[in-house]
């Protein structure tokens, strides 16, 4: 995977882009189109808007859902970075700037905060930002920063089925198959206490 030097950024390349680029690698043998064919099919013959280019896609040529929304998108000219390693990298700063600003500003040194934990956790531990939450990852998703409106982070755990105790909160997660299983809502940076560190900690471990 690629993946960028810590002595010059934080940031790794999210699974995802991976499983992206192996797709569009074996599209056109699947489908008999490469990912330009499906782009330049969708410009000529597709409806109008994203959203029936999806459906058309799906019930006019047999495509799943996935590989759908993808063509769509990428027939708007978004989404790029999803498939791009380089382009993600580039990206993933602005994804960050994005989630934190305006009225969540506030809350960048916290996240801050909990990215400088994580990365003393292990020489394995990956930061991989969404649009909407940073992923932290060693072998799978251990922990997530999450930001909720302009008053707090919800820092996530895959922690199983641990019985909470303390500021830990069960979302539910682990019953729902989800690896998010506990949340700590955190408003200050002295939330990020010794107990968060505790619990970052356990979640790290138990992803060995």
Not at 21 to 35: H, M, N
Request: overall charge neutral; glycine content about 10%.
């Amino acid at each position: 995977m690629t993946r960028l030097k810590r002595a010059t950024a934080s940031y790794s390349v999210h699974p995802s882009v991976a499983m992206k680029q192996a797709w569009i690698a074996g599209l056109a043998g699947k489908t008999g189109r490469a990912l330009e064919e499906w782009i330049e099919l969708v410009h000529e013959d597709g409806p109008d808007s994203e959203r029936e280019r999806r459906a058309w896609l799906k019930s006019e040529h047999g495509l799943g859902t996935n590989g759908a929304w993808w063509i769509a998108e990428l027939a708007e000219g978004r989404g790029a970075e999803d498939g791009d390693p380089t382009a993600y990298l580039k990206a993933a700063g602005g994804y960050v700037a994005s989630m934190f600003s305006g009225k969540t500003s506030a809350l960048r040194p916290i996240c801050d905060k909990i990215l400088e934990l994580c990365m003393a956790l292990g020489d394995d531990v990956r930061i991989c930002p969404c649009k909407t939450v940073v992923p932290l990852y060693r072998k799978h998703v251990f922990a997530e920063i999450k930001p909720v409106g302009g008053v707090r982070i919800d820092l996530g755990f895959a922690l199983q089925d641990m019985e909470p105790t303390g500021r830990l909160i069960d979302t539910g997660g682990f019953a729902k198959k989800d690896r998010i299983s506990h949340v700590v809502p955190i408003r200050t940076l002295t939330d990020v206490n010794a107990e968060v560190k505790r619990w970052l900690r356990w979640a790290y471990d138990l992803d060995a």
